[in-house]
């Protein structure tokens, strides 16, 4: 038997590329248009971003609790967050979880050490790089990181919530991304890690200069795994 997966949705895009990935890599392992039974939810963006601007991360951790009742309700047996940012209240109670939790930055350090890489960029919100989500997790596996600049940061985190959440994957953007990733290359990194859900429907291998590491995809893909093998 294949288990049901759970999403635990915060934003749309990012949810929506998790969503394709499921489906669409599920037929490779299961057959012609078959995937796991899979079920979302979401409280809407906004609600999260009132705890997240305030610093109240035990709530944003009881907002996933939430979601993932409900989809312990309909059936799902794991679960997954596509929301890096949103992990930082996942880490406050993934212990109270009602289903056996997929863990984003765990495994993106796991696809990290897998392929060699030792010094990683990290992209995503504000919240994100400067927050303990991936440095706890990279150091576990004896991985380095670095942050872009103070400015870099702003304006990461500014494209991220005017634009690609929204929609609006546009060339100023990419053009921006890259620099910062050029930059990151030339300071001694070996790899950019796409950590906000969104990154990776505007830059990919083919538009960077360092290898990408797609937390999208690549926590679908551990759920898929999981699936099955379970």
Wanted: charged residues 25%; contains cysteine; proline residues 5%.
């Amino acid at each position: 038997m294949v288990k049901h997966i759970g999403v635990v949705a915060v934003s749309a895009e990012g949810a929506s590329l998790c969503y394709r990935t499921l489906c669409l890599e599920g037929a490779a392992l299961l057959g012609p248009h078959a995937h796991p039974e899979i079920t979302m939810h979401t409280y809407p963006l906004a609600e999260y971003m009132t705890h997240i601007d305030a610093g109240k991360w035990d709530e944003v951790g009881e907002m996933l609790l939430s979601s993932a009742e409900k989809l312990r309700k309909a059936g799902a047996e794991l679960l997954i967050c596509p929301d890096n940012t949103a992990h930082e209240g996942l880490d406050l109670v993934r212990d109270r979880a009602p289903l056996p939790w997929l863990h984003i930055a765990e495994e993106v350090a796991a696809v990290a050490a897998e392929r060699g890489f030792r010094r990683l960029l990290i992209l995503g919100t504000r919240y994100l790089m400067e927050g303990p989500v991936y440095p706890t997790k990279l150091r576990a596996r004896g991985i380095e990181y670095q942050l872009p600049g103070a400015e870099a940061r702003q304006e990461i985190n500014r494209v991220i919530f005017d634009e690609l959440v929204c929609g609006r994957f546009e060339e100023p953007a990419r053009a921006y991304y890259k620099q910062v990733i050029d930059e990151a290359r030339a300071r001694g990194c070996d790899a950019a890690v796409l950590g906000c859900t969104e990154i990776p429907l505007l830059i990919s291998d083919a538009d960077s200069s360092l290898p990408t590491l797609d937390s999208t995809r690549i926590l679908a893909r551990a759920a898929l795994r999981a699936a099955i093998r379970d």
